[in-house]
């Protein structure tokens, strides 16, 4: 009995984990759609020589960018939009 409580547990959190991941896959391309494909097409993120190279760096130019244009966000809006990018297009290892 002990032992089906723990399994069950464990897939309570895990099926939270995963909602909670694919609302913030959600809402970081909703703020990417938003705000920034005015200046950054997808292109910029597959070009051969792109200028971010690591998970740290993508953070390091949302963030850059994020206050060059005077948008306020929070952190967790800021780590949305990292992880949409490196998800769908960078791949980068996570720190």
Not at 48 to 53: T, Y
Not at 57 to 71: T, Y
């Amino acid at each position: 009995m002990k032992y089906f409580l723990f399994l069950l547990s464990l897939v309570a959190v895990s099926a939270s984990l995963t909602t909670a991941h694919a609302e913030d896959m959600q809402h970081g391309k909703l703020l990417y759609e938003n705000n920034c494909v005015s200046c950054h097409s997808s292109e910029i993120f597959t070009r051969e020589k792109r200028m971010v190279n690591n998970f740290t760096e993508l953070k390091e130019r949302i963030r850059q960018c994020e206050l060059a244009n005077d948008l306020t966000w929070f952190d967790d809006d800021i780590d949305a939009v990292v992880n949409y990018l490196n998800a769908t297009y960078y791949k980068f290892e996570t720190e």
